[in-house]
């Protein structure tokens, strides 16, 4: 009967179908990345959980591409901070409220140089809020820093504005050359000035973040249209920065108050982060202090490149390195934090962060953030500092990107300079302002 | 196709298992249909309209806001400012919301600027003269009032702003419903409202799942009772239940497989389903009672069933599947999808009710009672109403005729529309909400009207502001619109703050310059305005839904509305858009655009599509028809009975005020595709019935007692299923049940009333018919009496008489019997014999054209004459037997007539001729 030919084809159909179906979804051995390889839409795959999911996207949809490198050079701090980090085991802790505190003192330490916890096991409940504290004070090496910091808001195919700002901080709890006299009981003071355009030019900023964990951080601003320094109400560590991609507590991608999140430790794992070369970087001697340079081969951005086929954001040069890291999360304590939940991956020797995902408060990934931090050092090899050179955050539901590049031609960043603690102060906002 | 009815009774079993596998299967997908209670699928798809929107909403947010209206005897007391900060802090803390705006945590960006940062109310247990103080101040600055209080006081709005997470996540999430138990919970003494396009969805959403489990079980319910009542026995009451529930069944499934939905504008498939695919299966079974005489074999009763309902159920499935696929041609997705859908649903329906209901009834005994048993009366009563349609005729046509012209006046009254809200009756909770807010505080419809310009910071210019100001000052003296905001306000805000900067500084704060004495704004002094774009740009986050912060290029003015009306919309569109074109220079684009105006321009594409799927759906049957029945003459007659409810339907709406809209659209289309099936069963049977039998009234009064019961039922059944779409809350579907059910209705009296009287007089013949007659290779040729006939009319003459066959060695005339009729040999051959003094004797033989008993045919009205031969089979032979009835049927057919009876003359004359060359010859030269 013609019906039973068919149900025979129907069989053979069915069975080779299943075959096809099987081999396609077999799992495939990806061969593991070499050092020199580029990493691209082609072999994506090879980098499946070294990356952020949303980051690995990027690579797989041909938006971004990266060369791995291994590092010429063991990367490690200046021979100060590991000793200090050395000394500093066993003396603090983390109490109830996760806020840093001396054992000695029971109370939050005053000065504070090197890692806090120098040894952390992965098995220790408070191991994710111990590493974040690593984190903070591995960014302040130095005494004091005066350098420049350049935004630009990117479109996934054109720069859209850029605007310029001098920074300058002065660490109180932490720096290479010890305490000094800290009346306002800070951890540090930062100034922040507008540069360009006409917009944010005479702009002025001053904050104090105290080392009082419970006390929330002064912010100051002087705009010349108020005509006068205004004390800012306690904002949103969420909030956007100039409607920028960014928010206040993302430089260095976290720059929060450890102790208004809860801190969990998702893993330790082997990642590929971004690194520009070369790395270590050597900090110059100056007059007054350090200066760090910007390298003579700098990152290329895909908005300089005519043509190119990636992401305007994402640096037509740069590498990827195999590190490992620790990835934690952080959710806020406030249900008000635009960010429910903070996916950081730390560097476990470093302690430097180069990734961040942070989530709506709708549980959505709504911004995708990449830190490159160079290691520099003084030829000595006594001072070491964590200096990013691109930091991205890219909007993953509004498709759009804020890149922050400290480096602009001719405009070393400075370090160790000596600043005085007057400039930090609503009298010098003003003046500086006019 | 013999051998498809074969295995459908032979493996009957083998069958029902493939079915329930396959039935198992869908049910198992079909359990995961969603529900799409988005306006996007009542939007035309690939609408570059809906693109732009689409663009303005990534770059400003979406314009789907929820609404809270508190309505009060006075706002500001601080019972009701609590009762405000509560909610807005509570709606605060739900993660989908993304912000709130309120009286109670809205910035006073005047006093912001001025002097320190702070919120409208910064206290809610302020005392009264505070309050009251508060109340002159917000009566001073427009943008806050009708968006977060009312000018009178008596109401406040707390305005919600959701992540963008979709409809089904949205829905899924429970936001809507927390929001609904936070109001419920402060509901009283003061009146709280909650509405907004996303509560409106998620109430459509529930409102749908409402019906659809409201529908389903009544339809079935409906369906189960007028087939009871149709055929009085419980295999005619279930297997055409089992076989629409199988195909709906399936329809899910293969929706859910395909990734489809069922949104707002489809949620009357299932019930469609239900009842158009009932008709099939109801044919099947009453043919089944008409074949089933006690006695006969099941399996031969099923396969005659099948053999005679299988082609017409073919044809009329066939044109209902066309009927909604001419509503693909329709722009809007949902439309698409029912047209869609349904064609399959009844296609489904169509082969399950010839395969699953035959294979059923081949398990099953005969029944005792043959169904005519149950319903003498109907067919009575069709009988009288055939023979009155038929006598009348004209009267009855012309009466028809009055209606149509009497609907065609009516139904130019009709209004097309899509009204958003309207989609609800007036009682419905959300509707009292959106007009409360509407009444008491600001539109709760809104759109955006955009500004586009390609310089980057072209928005920042002075010049450009004063145009969107100037467009704003217009948009707000538009009747229905209610509040409009604009960049150019915030602007405005903050010049205003920077002017009213103290002259002394607040203490411990340092003032650098003095306040300059006069005060002005930045319309007056246009250099003020670099100051307060700096404001502008230091406070991005706060303009964002506003400008295209950093490049200000793009700027939006949010409009918001009590206009709901499609008609109403599009007026105030055009004049926006009339008011920009001379307003704005080449390099500044102003184009409205949102959900709203997008719907309104649905209601555009419900006209064209209305017309389009009808002219197809019109064309594409009356091609079939005139192909079936071959003639564009009956084509037209057939398409008469159609066309008229139509017309009916129409002139209702005209008459009702009922509006053409994304609901009631796609009726006519329908109604058309499932009247049209009547008239195929009634006649195809009708074809068939008058080759047996003379007189074509005759014929009609037995296709309608027959045929016309079951055209009867399945009419019973559309009109109550229809008719059960009357308790959707959705006033669109009630509309459309409403209308649908008297269309079918109308549509029934056209079959039954309107049909025989136009059918009285027309000879019709099938395609199917022509089809089965075999005449051998051309005819026309190699049978004398069809000479200068084309082939195919040669097959009617053959339909218009008797095709008969002989076995060798049988006879097809005796000797001595009277006969009336005249042969043709067809194929094979035979031989005149007489019978001489006791022996038989071959006269001569007889093959393929020969014609004898032509004398016969001429005298059969005088009884015949009396043979004086016998005609015997040499061979298998097939000849076509023509008498009186013959010689009557073929003059519908005028001039296929004259030629065969010319052909017969010119044959007589031959015959002549050769008998008058043969002269004098013997007895046995004369022609039998």
């Known amino acids: ?434 | 196709m013999q051998w498809i009815s074969d295995l459908i009774v032979y493996r009957s079993k083998t069958i029902l298992i493939l079915i329930l596998l396959l039935t198992g299967f869908f049910a198992y997908h079909a359990r995961d249909i969603r529900l799409d209670s988005s306006v996007d699928s009542l939007l035309p798809k690939d609408d570059p309209e809906r693109g732009y929107y689409d663009e303005v909403r990534h770059l400003f947010g979406s314009d789907e806001i929820g609404v809270i209206g508190v309505i009060a005897d006075n706002i500001y007391t601080p019972a009701v400012l609590q009762k405000i900060k509560r909610l807005t802090e509570e709606i605060t803390k739900i993660p989908e919301v993304k912000s709130v705006i309120s009286l109670t945590n809205a910035q006073d960006v005047i006093t912001s600027v001025a002097k320190e940062s702070t919120l409208l109310v910064p206290d809610v247990n302020a005392t009264h003269a505070v309050l009251e103080e508060l109340k002159h101040k917000l009566a001073d600055q427009a943008i806050y009032l009708k968006n977060l209080v009312s000018a009178d006081g008596r109401a406040a709005a707390i305005n919600i702003f959701f992540a963008n997470l979709g409809d089904d996540e949205f829905f899924r999430r429970g936001v809507d419903d927390t929001i609904q138990a936070l109001v419920n919970q402060e509901n009283g003494p003061e009146k709280l409202y909650y509405t907004g396009l996303p509560h409106f969805k998620v109430h459509s959403t529930r409102a749908m799942w409402g019906d659809l489990t409201l529908f389903i079980p009544l339809t079935l319910l409906l369906i189960v009772v007028a087939l009871f009542l149709s055929f009085r026995s419980l295999r005619g009451m279930l297997l055409p239940t089992v076989t629409v529930v199988v195909s709906l069944i399936w329809t899910m499934g293969i929706m859910v497989l395909a990734g489809s939905r069922l949104s707002l504008g489809n949620t009357a498939l299932p019930p469609l389903v239900l009842v158009l695919g009932t008709a099939y299966s109801l044919h099947i079974v009453a043919e089944y009672y008409e074949l089933a005489h006690p006695g006969r074999p099941v399996n031969e009763v099923v396969r005659e069933t099948l053999q005679a309902t299988s082609m017409p159920l073919f044809i009329a499935a066939l044109s209902t599947v066309m009927g909604f696929l001419s509503l693909i041609v329709n722009s809007i997705v949902s439309i698409r999808e029912l047209g869609l859908y349904a064609s399959v649903g009844i296609s489904i329906a169509f082969v399950l009710s010839l395969v699953l209901v035959p294979a059923l009834l081949a398990l099953l005994p005969l029944p005792a009672r043959r169904e005519e048993a149950f319903s003498p009366g109907i067919s009575a009563a069709l009988r009288k109403l055939a023979t009155l349609s038929s006598r009348y005729r004209r009267t009855v046509i012309t009466a028809g005729l009055l209606i149509v012209l009497l609907s065609a006046w009516q139904g130019s009254y009709i209004q097309v529309g899509s009204d958003f809200q309207s989609f609800f009756r007036e009682t419905d909770p959300i509707r009292q909400a959106t007009e409360a807010i509407n009444r008491y505080l600001v539109g709760s419809m809104t759109f955006y009207v955009a500004i586009d310009g390609e310089e980057r910071d072209i928005v920042k210019k002075w010049d450009t502001l004063w145009r969107i100001k100037n467009l704003q000052l217009y948009i707000d003296s538009l009747p229905g619109v209610e509040k409009t905001i604009s960049f150019v306000d915030y602007c405005e805000l903050l010049d205003r703050g920077i002017q009213e900067i103290p002259l002394e500084p607040p203490v411990g704060e340092l003032l650098e310059t003095p306040q300059p004495e006069v005060k002005t704004t930045f319309w007056e002094n246009p250099d003020q305005l670099k100051g307060v774009m700096r404001l502008v740009f230091l406070n991005a986050a706060s303009v964002s839904s506003v400008v295209n912060h950093p490049n200000y290029s793009r700027t939006i003015i949010l409009v918001r509305t009590s206009l709901s009306r499609s008609s109403d919309i599009a007026a105030r569109v055009d004049q926006i858009e009339a008011f920009a074109r001379g307003h704005f220079p080449p390099e500044l684009t102003v184009h409205p655009t949102g959900n709203l105006i997008l719907l309104t321009r649905t209601a555009g594409n419900i006209v064209s599509g209305q017309i389009e799927s009808l002219a197809l759906t019109a064309v594409v049957i009356f091609i079939l028809m005139a192909a079936m029945f071959l003639s564009a003459r009956v084509g037209l007659i057939a398409m008469a009975p159609n066309v008229f409810p139509l017309f009916v339907f129409f002139g209702l709406m005209g008459m009702t005020g009922a509006e053409l809209n994304f609901g009631t659209n796609i009726i006519a289309s329908i109604a058309l595709g499932v009247a049209v099936d009547d008239t195929i069963h009634i006649m195809m049977r009708l074809s068939s019935t008058v080759r047996t039998t003379a007189d074509q009234e005759q014929a009609l009064l037995e296709t309608l007692s027959t045929v016309g019961k079951p055209a009867l039922y399945a009419s019973v059944v559309l009109f109550l299923g229809f008719l059960t779409l009357c308790f959707s809350t959705f006033v669109p579907i009630r509309e459309f049940g409403f209308l649908s059910a008297t269309t079918i209705l109308v549509g029934l009296v056209g079959e039954i009333a309107l049909l025989p009287a136009l059918l009285a007089t027309t000879p019709i013949i099938t395609l199917w018919d022509l089809l089965h007659v075999k005449l051998g290779k051309d005819p026309h040729k190699t049978i004398g009496i069809f000479t200068n006939l084309r082939p195919s009319q040669a097959k009617i003459v053959a339909l218009m008489g008797e095709l008969k066959s002989f076995p060798r060695g049988h006879a097809i005339l005796r000797h001595g019997e009277v006969s009336n009729e005249m042969f043709v040999i067809i194929s094979g051959r035979a031989e005149v014999r007489v019978n001489s003094a006791g022996q038989s004797r071959s006269l001569w033989e007889l093959q393929r054209g020969d014609v004898f008993g032509v004398t016969s045919l001429i005298r059969s009205a005088e009884g015949g004459p009396e043979m004086f031969a016998d005609v015997i089979a040499l061979e298998d032979v097939e000849v076509l037997a023509m008498d009186e009835r013959f010689r009557s049927r073929i003059w519908r057919y005028p001039r296929i007539a004259a030629r065969i009876f010319f052909n017969i003359s010119t044959a007589l004359l031959d015959r002549l001729q050769d008998a008058v060359q043969r002269a004098p010859r013997s007895e046995k030269d004369r022609y039998p």
């Open chain 1, 1 to 434: 009967m013609p019906q039973d030919r068919s149900g025979r084809r129907l069989t053979v159909l069915v069975v080779i179908s299943g075959f096809f179906f099987t081999l396609l979804s077999s799992p495939i051995a990806w061969t593991e990345l070499k050092s020199g390889e580029v990493l691209s839409q082609e072999n994506w795959q090879e980098a499946k959980g070294l990356l952020p999911e949303a980051v690995l996207h990027r690579f797989q949809d041909g938006n971004y591409q990266a060369k791995v490198i291994t590092l010429p050079n063991t990367l490690g701090w200046g021979s100060k901070f590991k000793a200090a980090s050395e000394t500093n085991a066993g003396k603090f802790s983390i109490d109830a409220a996760d806020s840093l505190t001396d054992k000695a003192t029971s109370t939050y330490p005053t000065f504070l140089y090197g890692y806090p916890f120098p040894q952390i096991d992965p098995n220790d409940p408070q191991a994710a809020a111990k590493v974040i504290y690593n984190f903070s004070y591995t960014l302040m090496q130095a005494d004091d820093a005066d350098r420049s910091s350049n935004l630009y808001w990117v479109a996934p195919s054109t720069l859209e504005r850029h605007v310029e700002f001098q920074g300058q901080l002065l660490f109180y709890g932490s720096r290479f050359s010890g305490p000094i006299a800290n009346l306002d009981a800070t951890l540090r003071k930062g100034l922040i000035a507008g540069i360009a355009p006409q917009e944010v030019f005479g702009v002025m900023t001053l904050e104090w973040v105290y080392l009082d964990p419970q006390r929330w951080n002064s912010l100051w601003s002087y705009v010349p249209e108020l005509r006068r320094v205004r004390l800012v109400a306690a904002a949103n560590g969420s909030d956007s920065l100039f409607g920028m991609d960014l928010a206040h507590d993302d430089p260095y991608l976290f720059s929060g108050k450890v102790q208004y999140f809860t801190w969990k430790l998702v893993g330790i794992q082997e990642a590929l982060v971004p690194y520009t070369l070369p790395n270590p970087k050597i900090l110059r001697r100056a007059d007054k202090g350090y200066l760090l340079e910007n390298h003579q081969d700098p990152l290329v951005m895909g908005w300089e490149k005519e043509g190119g086929k990636g992401q305007a954001w994402w640096p037509t040069n740069y590498s990827l390195v195999k590190r490992p890291v620790w990835v934690i999360e952080a959710t806020a304590k406030d249900a008000q934090y635009a960010y429910s939940r903070q996916v950081l991956w730390i560097d476990q020797e470093l302690y430097v962060a180069y990734y961040k995902e942070a989530y709506d408060r709708s549980g959505r990934l709504w911004r995708m953030l990449l830190n490159s931090v160079s290691v520099a050092r003084t030829p000595e090899g006594d001072l070491s500092l964590a200096q990013p050179d691109f930091t991205l955050a890219v909007d993953e539901q509004q498709n759009h990107a804020t890149v922050e590049l400290p480096f602009k031609q001719g405009q070393p960043l400075a370090f160790g300079v000596g600043l005085s603690g007057d400039l930090f102060t609503t009298a010098e906002l003003m003046k500086r302002g006019k």
